[in-house]
């Protein structure tokens, strides 16, 4: 794999996410966006790879990452979705959810929506809104869904001022992440261990399904779905524990992998190579999980810097009643009997890996060590 291209930004970097391409379309990702936290002005910015790659007149690599606009941002940015190619949405500290708009012809940024109370508590003694802060944001046009320390949960449309529904007290603890399974249904992972299922044709405010881990309530921060098989659902928690779990059958993960040594903050399958699986953590790490492999040795490969070490991992229940004609390399009955190589992608440790995108050949990160890490060549 190609080096990683990092650059110093001089602000902590909670989401990085790349620009989506247009449909059919053969191009490599050239634009990303990043929100920043825990500074004194946080910004939501865009930025071009450029030539990135090619050598310049003085055998350097051109196109270290350029600021191509930015605006600032009221609060830390929790979670930053792009709408569409021109729309980005963030999620704020204060509650308040915005869509973004980029103007390429001059390259600027403007507010283009607010839902400034999207996410608060409220005043037992009366109507006053605190803030409250909103934790993830996912997007499938027109529609806009956010969850929030509130244990709330929010259905907006890109062009409506109101509410299109709100499941007050969807959860009485902290919903820390959201995606869609299949619309009009969306996953939750909250503080206490939980994955609940929501499904938008029910009209009651109860999750259509829950699962959870076992024992220890550990909390869960990030959740992805597989493309393709969409009862494969990854999350990662606290613990830096990797869940794989099949929301058709059983209410525990199918497997836990052991991973990280700190909270695992973002965890994404490739969107077309999905045997391949990249999370990032506290501990400062990054790793890209190959399930893809067919080798003969029954444990798990672990490479950092050219070292090989096994790699743990374990089943917790029997799925060898799944009838499907594809079974997903995730849902295999025992985990540690099938290759899974790990690669671990920073050259060093750094400080917190907050967040990690990847489209096609490219993968952008952000760190709490006010760096940007891009790479546009994951696959050799």
């Known amino acids: 794999m190609e080096s990683i291209c990092a650059k110093f930004v001089s602000q902590k970097i909670s989401k990085t996410r790349w620009r989506p391409l247009p449909p059919g379309s053969l191009q490599t990702p050239e634009t990303f966006a990043t929100g920043s936290w825990d500074n004194e002005d946080n910004y939501v910015s865009l930025w071009s790879i450029g030539d990135y790659g090619n050598l310049d007149s003085d055998g350097g690599f051109e196109g270290d990452h350029q600021l191509l606009c930015d605006i600032r941002h009221d609060g830390d940015v929790m979670d930053l979705q792009f709408f569409d190619q021109e729309r980005i949405v963030a999620a704020s500290s204060t509650g308040c959810v915005t869509v973004f708009l980029h103007h390429t012809n001059n390259q600027t940024l403007s507010v283009n929506?607010?839902?400034?109370?999207?996410?608060?508590?409220?005043?037992?003694?009366?109507?006053?809104?605190?803030?409250?802060p909103c934790t993830g944001i996912v997007c499938d046009n027109p529609e806009i869904v956010t969850v929030g320390e509130d244990g709330r949960i929010n259905l907006f449309r890109v062009d409506h001022k109101e509410t299109v529904r709100t499941i007050d007290n969807a959860d009485s603890s902290t919903l820390h992440a959201v995606t869609f399974l299949r619309t009009p249904e969306i996953v939750t992972v909250n503080s206490i261990g939980q994955l609940k299922i929501w499904d938008f044709r029910l009209q009651g405010n109860e999750p259509a399904q829950i699962l959870s881990l076992n024992g220890d309530r550990v909390p869960l921060h990030c959740v992805d779905r597989h493309p393709n098989q969409q009862h494969v659902v990854a999350t990662g928690g606290q613990d830096g524990m990797l869940s794989i779990w099949d929301v058709r059958q059983g209410t525990m993960p199918v497997s836990l992998l052991k991973a990280h040594e700190a909270e695992m903050w973002e965890v994404h399958f490739h969107p077309s190579k999905p045997d391949h699986l990249f999370t990032c953590s506290e501990d400062g790490s990054l790793w890209h999980w190959d399930a893809s492999i067919d080798m003969p040795e029954k444990s798990s490969l672990f490479h950092q810097g050219g070292r090989t070490s096994t790699f743990l991992s374990h089943s917790i229940s029997n799925q060898a009643n799944v009838h499907q004609s594809v079974i997903s390399s995730w849902l295999s009955t025992d985990p540690a009997k099938d290759q899974i190589e790990i690669t671990s992608l920073l050259p060093t440790r750094t400080l917190s890996v907050n967040s990690l995108d990847i489209l096609g050949p490219c993968l952008v990160c952000g760190t709490d060590a006010e760096a940007i890490y891009v790479t546009r060549q994951l696959f050799s």
Do not use: E, L
């Open 113 to 132: 929506q607010q839902w400034k109370t999207a996410h608060h508590h409220t005043n037992p003694s009366g109507p006053v809104y605190r803030g409250a």
